[in-house]
């Protein structure tokens, strides 16, 4: 694919980069038209924003480090070599979601009415960071002997190996997150209770995300119990599992509550 896109006098533009400028500005708008629904107003959404994008900043790179922390202590220049473009989606997602709890609760805001609010936004943004991960080369599969393998030939791929067919296992994730968020704006206008879309988001990515990692091919993000899943499957079961049960917990009780409103 096309990890650089094109150059302005010294200056370098790359896809990823582009790619997740495109998802925060798609995220901005979404936000920024839900304001009156949600009761926010553009100053504290904007705030929310920032607090939001430095959260899945440090999240990301912290994880991404510690995919591999002996080497990076040893080699601290191929760390900050990919600076832009590693990162690691639990990482962030993990960070963002405490770091966000605390705001709201700052600021006095509903918490689970907010992570709805911020649950389309965050796919819009997660759909076009795999997008640029796609471009990049970043996050790929395993070699593929099936006619629609990707070969990703630029010399700054980061496939690796470059130049033979790859599971096209980004452009998998990207339909997992884009039918994720349709399903959220269909559930959006009847949802049974605060924080059911967020929830959502998370169960559906989880079970996407187990399946696709049988096919990447970035091995050195290592394994867990003999080889049995890695890394970010065994996060994968963890959110899946916590997310259900607060989904059921949720539930039954938005169920109880519309009970006593019947009587």
């Known amino acids: 694919m096309y990890p650089e896109l094109f150059h302005i006098g010294g200056f370098t533009i790359y896809s990823y980069g582009l790619c997740i400028l495109l ?21 504290k959404v904007s705030e929310m924003f920032l607090w939001c994008v430095a959260a899945v900043f440090v999240g990301g790179k912290v994880f991404y480090f510690l995919e591999k922390p002996s080497h990076y202590l040893a080699h601290p220049s191929d760390f900050f070599e990919n600076f832009g473009s590693g990162f690691v989606f639990y990482g962030s997602f993990l960070t963002a979601v405490p770091v966000l709890i605390w705001w709201f609760r700052k600021e006095k805001l509903p918490v689970w009415d907010m992570f709805d609010f911020i649950g389309v936004g965050g796919a819009m943004v997660h759909a076009f960071g795999k997008l640029g991960c796609f471009m990049a080369g970043c996050c790929h599969g395993k070699v593929c002997h ?10 700054q791929t980061h496939a690796d190996p470059a130049g033979v067919p ?11 997150i884009t039918s994720a968020i349709i399903i959220m704006l269909l559930v959006q206008k009847r949802k049974q209770f605060a924080g059911q879309l967020f929830l959502i ?28 899943v890695t890394h970010s499957q065994f996060i994968a079961i963890l959110v899946f599992a916590i997310c ?20």
């Open 146 to 155: 099936s006619s629609w393998g990707v070969v990703f030939n630029h010399p």
């Open 201 to 228: 988001y998370g169960l559906w990515y989880a079970a996407g995300r187990y399946f696709t990692e049988n096919y990447r091919g970035d091995e050195e993000r290592g394994y867990l119990f003999n080889g049995l």
């Open 23 to 43: 998802g925060v500005v798609a995220a901005y708008i979404y936000f920024s038209r839900q304001t009156k629904a949600y009761g926010l107003s553009t100053d």
């Open 244 to 263: 259900l049960g607060i989904y059921i917990w949720r539930l039954k009780t938005a169920r109880i509550h519309r009970g006593k409103d019947e009587v």
């Open 166 to 176: 790859l599971y096209p296992v980004q452009l998998w994730d990207i339909g997992i």
